[in-house]
């Protein structure tokens, strides 16, 4: 097999000026969202509170050994990259092409919807004045802070981070005070609300399988730590503790916060079947804070949510900015992509996401629903297909290593329980991925428009992939013929040696 990596010197690119405090709260800020904010109400009142507090536990234990996987692969190889890279390395060229380019749309469709959620939010203050504004104003915000420099994105990530994590620790707080009776509110808590109706676990394993999606998509995020790897300080030592760090907070937030919710709330409660970000008022969030006599909380917590969807969207157009990037400098987009401003900045591949971000809102803002449904559906897809391909990657990555004798005590951060812990979460994250929607085979006729519109980012991944592969009649790659750069400190931040010879397909 040919050398497909023959030149790996370091070349003026990205800027390695990410902190450890940076990646810490980019991966919280990617994943501690409206997810939390609204859609646990919806959790809760689908699943009963036993069965929402289990989903959360097993996605979490899940989402555990993705990151311990994605940190073993980033602290040995940092590069902004990430899945894709790692793909076509350590599985097959046209497996990391496609993770490459459907990472990409992932976040750039997210960033519209973020958009739209905006001005759903700013709507509460401001009913008269017309959505299409407030969704410009933030898109120009966002452009900004990413335009600058690689440094002024992360310190406006830390501080719309730390605003999240401020207001779940302080809500965790209020929750456990109204449930021992020292705040008003709680007089109705207690674990009594796990026996009401069907609890603790309503509608079964069916109602589980449900909402395990939407809590899925509530940790989708914490990933953004492989693609600020290849701009972090010091990869070897920042990527292990972050990655350490944001699993535990994560889901302590996550678990602490839907058992204040289930013990105080009871899943029968209508307002918890109403979670709408159209609505704030109805955010279990908010409902937990009204209880406790605290008047201004919608208005609190809207601006809170406003920050979480202004986060998302900041952290969204980062990670597709820098995987268009690497694309291009692999020679899997137009070289156009590939070029930096003085500042280190991806300004031509910054500039396409926010037009695609720009058209997908215009698709919606213009009423046509179904179009924007459907590439929202797309979207959610991807961003599991992006977990199976760090599980994979990283399976594969070890056993290559492994394989050809070299020393697992090199490698600056090694993940725990393998090959269970990747196996484990591919396994789980498929059947998550598979059955989403599987109440539309089992009616009398099945729901084609409802599977299409589902499953949609499937087969646009495998026709990316086979494409690639039919076009370059690539393969899967041996065990033996794996390449591995070396120390992780050595390697360039950015990769523009493409992963196909420069020859081949011209």
Same mark, same amino acid.
């Given at each position: ?63 555990? +050994? ?21 793909? =076509? ?7 990391? +092409? ?79 005070? $109204? ?8 007089e109705s808590a207690g674990w009594h609300n796990w026996q ?22 509530? +940790? ?71 209880? &406790? ?7 609190v917590m809207n601006a809170v949510i406003l920050t979480a969807?202004?986060? =998302? ?5 980062? &990670? ?16 156009? #992509? ?17 037009? $695609? ?57 090694? &993940?725990? +329980? #393998? ?88």
């Amino acid at each position: 097999m040919r050398e497909t990596h023959s030149d790996t010197r370091p070349v003026p690119g990205l800027r390695r000026e990410l902190k450890a405090r940076h990646l810490t709260m980019i991966a919280i800020g990617g994943s501690i969202g409206t997810g939390l904010f609204v859609a646990s109400g919806a959790t809760i009142s689908q699943a009963g509170p036993g069965g929402a507090l289990l989903s959360y536990i097993l996605i979490g234990l899940m989402v555990y +050994f993705l990151m311990t996987s994605l940190g073993e692969l980033a602290a040995y190889m940092p590069v902004s990259g990430s899945f894709s890279t790692y793909g =076509a390395r350590y599985v097959e060229e046209g497996f990391g +092409f496609a993770l490459g380019w459907n990472y990409w749309y992932n976040w750039a469709v997210t960033i519209a919807v973020d958009l739209v959620a905006s001005q759903l939010v700013m709507s509460y203050w401001f009913p008269t004045v017309p959505g299409w504004i407030w969704s410009a104003l933030f898109m120009a915000i966002m452009f900004s802070l990413n335009a600058i420099s690689v440094k002024g994105f992360g310190e406006a990530e830390y501080w719309f981070s730390l605003i999240k994590v401020v207001t779940v620790i302080i809500f965790i707080a209020v929750g456990v005070l $109204m449930i021992v009776g020292i705040l008003r509110g709680g007089e109705s808590a207690g674990w009594h609300n796990w026996q009401v109706g069907n609890a603790p676990f309503a509608g079964g394993f069916p109602a589980m399988i449900g909402v395990a999606m939407i809590v899925g998509f509530s +940790f989708q995020g914490t990933e953004l730590i492989g693609i600020a790897a290849g701009e972090s300080a010091d990869p070897a030592k920042n990527i292990p503790r972050a990655v350490r760090q944001v699993f535990w907070r994560i889901l302590l937030f996550y678990v602490l916060a839907i058992l204040v919710i289930s013990l105080i709330i009871p899943y029968t409660d209508p307002n918890l079947l109403r979670n709408d970000v159209k609505d704030i008022t109805v955010s279990p969030f908010t409902l937990v804070f009204r209880n &406790a006599g605290l008047l201004s909380a919608a208005a609190v917590m809207n601006a809170v949510i406003l920050t979480a969807v202004l986060s =998302a969207g900041n952290s969204g157009m980062y &990670a597709s900015t820098r995987m268009l990037y690497t694309l291009a400098c692999q020679g899997n987009a137009p070289k156009i #992509f590939a070029k930096l401003s003085k500042g280190g900045v991806p300004r031509n591949a910054l500039y396409l996401t926010t037009v $695609m971000a720009g058209l997908c809102f215009l698709t919606s803002m213009y009423g046509n629903q179904t179009v924007y449904l459907w590439l929202l559906n797309a979207s959610g897809m991807t961003g599991f297909i992006a977990w199976l391909g760090i599980a994979i990657s990283h399976y594969r990555f070890r056993r290559g290593y492994m394989i050809q004798g070299r020393d697992l005590a090199e490698l600056p951060y090694r &993940a725990g +329980f #393998f090959p269970l812990g990747p196996i484990f979460a591919f396994v789980l994250c498929l059947l998550i991925t598979l059955g989403q929607n599987y109440q539309a085979f089992l009616q009398d006729r099945i729901d084609w428009y409802g599977v299409t519109a589902t499953y949609i980012g499937i087969p646009l991944f495998l026709v990316i992939w086979l494409g690639y592969k039919w076009r370059h009649g690539t393969h899967l790659i041996r065990y033996q013929d794996m390449t591995f750069p070396g120390r992780s400190d050595d390697y360039p931040a950015d990769e523009r040696v493409p992963l196909r010879s420069q020859t081949e397909g011209k």
